[in-house]
C-alpha cells in the first residue's frame, strides 16, 4: 500500500466513500472498510442477519467514526468475503476474531446488532483480554425470545419499498419517515457497493440466530461471564427481537447499562440515530 493511500483510508470518515480494503486470515478474505483516526480503541462492527457493509446507516458510522478508528466488515462467506458462512454463533464469533487478529488488533470495543450482538456477547465471554466494552442493540441473549421467521414472513407480505420499513420500523407515521430517511443514507453510496446476501448467508445465518435462542441458560452463565462494561439498547416495539431479551441481559450482565429508544422497532439506533450516537460516545469515553 502506498503512503497516499494509506492516508486516505486512515483520514476518511465517510462510510459511503471509503475504499473496501481485503486482509486474510485463516484461508478467508475478509472484506472491510475502515473509517476514522489513526489512533484510538477500534470500534468494530457486527452486523445483523442478511446484513452487508453497505447495510449500516452512515449516519452512525461516519458520526462515530469522527473521533475513534471503526471497521465495518463482512464476516466469512458474506458480502464481498471469502469463505462458508457457519450455521452457529460460535463459528462466526472465532471467524470475526480472525477477522481482528489479521488486522493487528489487540483490543477492541464491539457493537453487534442482533445477529452481530448474539455474535459479540460470544467473543466477549471467551476473548476477555480482546474486547474493552461492549455495545448491543435489538439482540438476545442465549434462550432469548426471538420471532425471525414469522416477522420476516409478515414483512414481506407487505410489499413495502423495502422490506426493512416494515422489519425495522413501527406503524406510526414518525417511524415510517425515519425509515425513509434510514434508507435514503443507506442508499447514497452509488459506487463499489457491497454484494446483497443470498441463500448461502441467509439460510445459515437464521438456523445461527434460532439454534442460539432455543439453546436454554437458565443460569444466564454466558452473560455471567462477560465483566467488561455493556450498553444495552432495544427499541419499544421490536417485534424480532423483544425488548424483554434486553431487560433480561441487563439483569444478568455484571455491568451492563440499558437504554430502550421509544416508538421504535428492531431498528431502534438507526431511526434514533442522533441520541444512539451520543449514549454510545458516552458509554466509550466514560
Same mark, same amino acid.
Given at each position: 500500500?502506498?503512503?497516499?493511500?494509506a492516508?486516505?483510508?486512515r483520514d476518511?470518515v465517510?462510510l459511503?466513500?471509503a475504499?473496501?480494503?481485503?486482509?486474510?486470515g485463516?484461508g478467508i478474505r475478509?472484506?472491510?472498510?475502515r473509517?476514522?483516526?489513526?489512533?484510538g480503541t477500534?470500534?468494530?462492527?457486527?452486523?445483523?442477519?442478511?446484513?452487508?457493509i453497505?447495510?449500516?446507516d452512515?449516519a452512525v !458510522?461516519?458520526?462515530?467514526?469522527?473521533?475513534r478508528?471503526v471497521?465495518?466488515?463482512?464476516?466469512?462467506?458474506v458480502?464481498?468475503?471469502t469463505g462458508?458462512?457457519p450455521?452457529?454463533?460460535?463459528a462466526m464469533?472465532?471467524d470475526?476474531?480472525?477477522?481482528?487478529?489479521a488486522l493487528?488488533l489487540?483490543e477492541v470495543d464491539l457493537?453487534g446488532?442482533s445477529?452481530g450482538g448474539c455474535?459479540?456477547?460470544?467473543?466477549?465471554a471467551?476473548?476477555?483480554?480482546?474486547?474493552?466494552?461492549?455495545?448491543?442493540?435489538?439482540?438476545?441473549p442465549?434462550g432469548?425470545e426471538?420471532?425471525l421467521?414469522?416477522?420476516?414472513?409478515?414483512?414481506?407480505s407487505?410489499q413495502?419499498?423495502d422490506?426493512?420499513?416494515p422489519?425495522?420500523?413501527?406503524k406510526?407515521t414518525?417511524?415510517?419517515?425515519?425509515?425513509k430517511?434510514?434508507?435514503?443514507r443507506?442508499?447514497a453510496?452509488?459506487?463499489d457497493?457491497?454484494?446483497?446476501?443470498?441463500?448461502? !448467508?441467509t439460510?445459515?445465518?437464521?438456523?445461527?440466530?434460532i439454534?442460539w435462542?432455543?439453546t436454554?441458560?437458565p443460569?444466564?452463565?454466558?452473560?455471567?461471564a462477560i465483566r467488561?462494561?455493556t450498553? !444495552?439498547?432495544?427499541g419499544?416495539?421490536?417485534t424480532?427481537l423483544?425488548?424483554d431479551?434486553?431487560?433480561t441481559m441487563?439483569?444478568?450482565?455484571s455491568?451492563?447499562?440499558?437504554?430502550l429508544?421509544?416508538?421504535s422497532?428492531?431498528g431502534a439506533f438507526?431511526?434514533?440515530?442522533?441520541?444512539?450516537?451520543?449514549h454510545?460516545?458516552t458509554?466509550?469515553d466514560g
Amino acid at each position: 500500500m502506498t503512503e497516499i493511500n494509506a492516508a486516505a483510508i486512515r483520514d476518511s470518515v465517510a462510510l459511503e466513500s471509503a475504499p473496501t480494503q481485503y486482509v486474510e486470515g485463516d484461508g478467508i478474505r475478509f472484506a472491510y472498510r475502515r473509517l476514522g483516526p489513526s489512533t484510538g480503541t477500534p470500534l468494530v462492527f457486527l452486523q445483523h442477519f442478511s446484513g452487508n457493509i453497505d447495510a449500516w446507516d452512515p449516519a452512525v !458510522v461516519n458520526a462515530l467514526a469522527s473521533d475513534r478508528p471503526v471497521i465495518v466488515f463482512d464476516n466469512a462467506g458474506v458480502g464481498c468475503s471469502t469463505g462458508q458462512t457457519p450455521d452457529n454463533v460460535a463459528a462466526m464469533a472465532r471467524d470475526a476474531v480472525t477477522l481482528i487478529d489479521a488486522l493487528g488488533l489487540s483490543e477492541v470495543d464491539l457493537l453487534g446488532f442482533s445477529l452481530g450482538g448474539c455474535v459479540a456477547q460470544q467473543i466477549a465471554a471467551d476473548q476477555k483480554p480482546l474486547v474493552r466494552k461492549l455495545v448491543l442493540a435489538g439482540t438476545a441473549p442465549h434462550g432469548g425470545e426471538e420471532h425471525l421467521l414469522s416477522v420476516l414472513q409478515e414483512a414481506f407480505s407487505k410489499q413495502a419499498p423495502d422490506v426493512r420499513l416494515p422489519l425495522f420500523f413501527t406503524k406510526s407515521t414518525a417511524s415510517q419517515a425515519a425509515g425513509k430517511a434510514f434508507l435514503d443514507r443507506v442508499y447514497a453510496r452509488k459506487e463499489d457497493r457491497d454484494v446483497e446476501s443470498d441463500n448461502s !448467508v441467509t439460510d445459515p445465518q437464521a438456523m445461527a440466530l434460532i439454534s442460539w435462542c432455543a439453546t436454554p441458560d437458565p443460569e444466564h452463565v454466558l452473560l455471567r461471564a462477560i465483566r467488561q462494561p455493556t450498553l !444495552v439498547v432495544c427499541g419499544s416495539n421490536d417485534t424480532m427481537l423483544p425488548a424483554d431479551n434486553a431487560y433480561t441481559m441487563f439483569k444478568a450482565m455484571s455491568n451492563a447499562h440499558l437504554i430502550l429508544y421509544p416508538d421504535s422497532g428492531h431498528g431502534a439506533f438507526f431511526q434514533h440515530h442522533q441520541a444512539f450516537v451520543s449514549h454510545v460516545r458516552t458509554f466509550l469515553d466514560g
